[in-house]
């Protein structure tokens, strides 16, 4: 019990030392934050539960996603109403004590399968808080749906541990009552059913005839999940994405694993080569000699490859399956690294393993090294995106100031980047941004706003449309116009460049129309996203 007590202090103090420095008030909304926050802080009390059993994302960002993610809107909602809507430390620090909560999962789970083990489990929980794929989850405020669903998927899984240990069905209830609320955090929370079979086939400490011991709690799990995916064809006209299964996404998804493991290695994003070459030699080096000791140990080591290969491979199969029918992002490794971790530890803290008095040394001297180049790479891209943040703030204030001295009604050009220091900047992000409650008055209303297509909400035909008034308007002037450019300034993002220049329109048409190939008036309802680029491209140069 002491020793509990003590690592789970010790998870408290390395998840704090990765997320307090996020916790700031001038660490601002980037990316998605704006849309969604904007549609969400501000919904009645009363249509709480008519709402989120609905698709919740539909209009905010010009199309209805296949998610069912009530779990997501609750927790925004909670924010705005207990912290305050622009109160941005408490969104931030929601996304710290779901992090926390997470780590501690995985000490629980980690303590779970291996009673008496505390330097094992620590270790797997201190990795696993340390991963520097977590930098999103952590530090981006709408990158807390990967840390939610796991939040559910590692509670199952813990719950379901505890059930085969103890046999009480009050555990493998909870275990079915939290999947399915998962479901309904994220849908890739679906492949639970098959974790927990392959759980029991390859169960760490039992024999291989026992492992199928009681297969009808399986059923229980496959039914609930068969339902789901029933739910969303009915929803969606799709159970799991199966338009897009094609053999180009299936070999999209192969070359990708490289790109996985690189993320969950303790490699620093925006590090110099050299450094992160270096950190992953010395962590293949370090894994490369306990597999080598392992090997050499046979069946002494048999526990430990049993956890190895669930926990590896078995874990990183089935949580990296529903990938290959989305895009890559380092946030979607959160519950794959939960396994990754307590592999890691497994490799380098075997259990009850008689070895020489050095080996053990060595062991817990790679350990450490791990802690430090993990601390190491999470610190450095948590940095980075609080860095984005605070700058997010500075250019949102330095627009509004600026705009006050733009006559109303004026054309204005707005370049900002939508990635900016290994993150999302401001992808998404208008026309929220430039309004309530982000702002006192709808700036889109003051001035006749143009961004950059990748920063508009919504795909490029809907920004065509709602920038089309203005553009035609400009190129169609009989007269050359004045128009103001605001441009976003990496040095300094509080001082961003105002500039204001005489456009001829007539020119401004000819020049797009010679690029497209084709008339802008016969660009009505539709355009591409090469044509908004294109297009872009002219109207910022």
Not at 80 to 100: D, E, I, K, Q, R
Not at 219 to 231: D, G, N
Not at 433 to 462: I, M, S, W
Request: contains cysteine.
């Amino acid at each position: 019990m002491r020793s509990a007590w003590w690592s789970s202090a010790w998870i408290v103090v390395v998840c704090l030392a990765v997320g307090l420095p996020t916790i700031r008030g001038d660490n601002y909304f980037l990316g998605d934050d704006f849309g969604l926050v904007q549609h969400l802080h501000d919904l009645p009390a009363e249509r709480l539960l008519s709402y989120f059993v609905s698709d919740w994302t539909e209009g905010i960002y010009g199309v209805t996603l296949d998610e069912l993610r009530p779990w997501l809107a609750l927790s925004y909602w909670l924010d705005a109403h207990v912290f305050g809507t622009l109160n941005v430390s408490g969104y931030h620090a929601t996304n710290c004590f779901l992090h926390l909560l997470n780590a501690l999962l995985v000490l629980a789970i980690a303590r779970s399968i291996a009673p008496g083990e505390a330097a094992f489990a620590a270790l797997a929980a201190s990795l696993f808080a340390l991963m520097p794929s977590h930098a999103e989850p952590i530090a981006w405020i709408s990158g807390r749906v990967d840390s939610l669903a796991s939040l559910f998927y590692l509670g199952a899984f813990l719950c379901f541990v505890r059930f085969r240990l103890s046999n009480r069905p009050a555990w493998l209830f909870g275990s079915l009552l939290i999947f399915i609320g998962g479901l309904y955090a994220k849908q890739s929370v679906v492949t639970f059913p098959l974790l927990v079979l392959a759980f029991d086939l390859l169960r760490p400490g039992k024999a291989g005839h026992h492992a199928l011991a009681g297969l009808w709690p399986h059923l229980l799990f496959f039914a609930l999940m068969a339902s789901y995916l029933a739910l969303r064809y009915v929803l969606f006209g799709n159970a799991v994405r199966e338009s897009l299964l094609t053999p180009a996404a299936m070999e999209e998804f192969f070359f990708r694993q490289n790109r996985y493991v690189r993320e969950l290695l303790p490699t620093p994003n925006s590090a110099p080569r050299a450094m992160k070459v270096a950190a992953e030699v010395l962590t293949i080096g370090v894994l490369a000699v306990c597999v080598r000791w392992m090997v050499a140990g046979g069946r002494v080591y048999r526990e430990v490859f049993q956890r190895v290969s669930f926990f590896g491979a078995a874990w990183y199969a089935i949580t990296i399956a529903p990938m290959v029918v989305t895009y890559l992002s380092a946030r979607h490794l959160y519950v794959t690294a939960a396994g990754v971790s307590i592999t890691l530890a497994a490799l380098i803290l075997p259990a009850h393993v008689v070895e020489e008095r050095d080996r053990t040394r060595q062991r817990r001297a790679m350990a450490g090294l791990l802690i430090v180049l993990y601390a190491v790479a999470s610190i450095w891209n948590v940095s980075n995106w609080v860095t984005a943040g605070i700058e997010s703030q500075k250019f949102a204030e330095a627009i509004l100031r600026l705009l006050q001295s733009v006559p109303r009604g004026s054309v204005v050009l707005v370049k900002v980047p939508e990635w900016h220091r290994d993150g999302w900047f401001w992808s998404w992000a208008t026309p929220f941004a430039l309004q309530p409650p982000f702002t006192g008055e709808d700036l889109n209303q003051r001035v006749k706003l143009v961004e950059r297509p990748p920063v508009y909400c919504c795909p490029p035909d809907q920004w065509w449309a709602a920038r089309k008034p203005t553009l035609m308007e400009l190129m169609d002037s009989p007269t050359p116009q004045a128009v103001t450019s605001i441009a976003f300034v990496p040095e300094d993002a509080g001082a961003p460049a105002l500039t204001t220049r005489i456009v001829d329109g007539q020119v401004l048409k000819r020049r797009i129309e010679t690029a497209l190939g084709k008339s802008v008036d016969s660009l009505t309802g539709t355009i591409t996203e090469t044509e908004a680029q294109e297009l872009s491209r002219i109207l910022f140069e």
